[in-house]
């Protein structure tokens, strides 16, 4: 079977992973400050905060800012994203997504009134957003910008890696570009965000026993961090090979009837964390007979994400985003990961065709 994904775990991660053990020192050590240092480099900030999760980036991101009201977020993410909202105390709003997949600026311009404390763009499937225009609107009206860039390591708008832009909030979940098991980061240039979030990463406390903040126990561990440092100098050959497969499928598909392949930006690299097409109603069969065809010949294929947020029972929104909507019911994402040769993609493509 051809996976949706695979972590890459070589050598050097086992070797820096029993270091570790060796050393009896298990958490708050020197490899997670190192692994924060070499993060703050990759994506071109002065801080970086590691975390336990992708989710966890999000949660403590949301609060250092004291978000109290409406937050604009699309409804076509990972649920993490609007969870991590509500949790720092916020209220969602979802504004529906253009062609490439995410956030319309037009659709935020028209959600944006006086409750409106910031916007929450997703780089969805490594895809960088428009930077430019939501910085325009983030200056006009004043607005906190957190960015879930938890599929997007490395993904870069004008010159500028995503994650930079605001606050940034990275994942390192197996199925993601870089993986430490579990864990995130926190990326920012503003010192007083970076204190705030170290305080809620580490229970509210300053000094030993000195708790300035109602915090949470949402710290890394050294044996993540040794793993993650370990991938981070990998990160450039893995995007590499994932954008190699992805335009070699985009190549071949791009003039089969039915098929809706990839848009990339043209101002933006994109590191296909995900490879999503679309299958339109011109295609000879439907969708769901598609997925069934590739997993007879071995190849696993995936919806993300099959229900809009706004349409979950659990977020009850009245709101309407006809494209998540539709949309929802046509992408597919087939594998792309590094382990991918050339002949799988062959394999997939002969199915398709
Ligand atoms: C993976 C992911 C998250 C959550 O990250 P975890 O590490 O799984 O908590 C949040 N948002 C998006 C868009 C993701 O893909």
Known sequence: MIPIAKPIIGEEEIEAVKEVLKSGILTQGKKVKEFEERFSEYVGVKYSIAVSSGTTALITSLLSHNIRKEVITTPFTFISTANSIIFAGGKTVFADINEEFNIDIERINEKITKKTEAILPVHLFGNPCNMKEIMDLVEDHSLILVEDACQAHGAVFENKKVGSFGAGCFSFYPTKNITTGEGGMITTDDEKITEKCRLIRNIGMKSQYEYVYLGYNFRMNEISAAIGIEQLKKIGSFIEKRRKNSLYLTKKLKNVRGIVTPRENKKAFHVYHQYTIRIT?????????????????????????????????????????????????????????????????????????
């Open 281 to 353: 109603d011109e295609y000879p069969i439907s969708r769901d007979q598609l997925q069934q065809k590739l997993k007879e010949k071995g190849i696993a294929s995936k919806i993300y994400y099959p229900i809009p947020l706004n349409k979950l029972r659990l977020y009850n929104s009245n709101e309407k985003c006809p494209n998540a909507e539709r949309f929802s019911k046509e992408v597919l994402s087939l594998p792309i990961h590094p382990s991918v040769d050339e002949k799988d993609l062959d394999l997939i493509l002969k199915v398709i065709k």
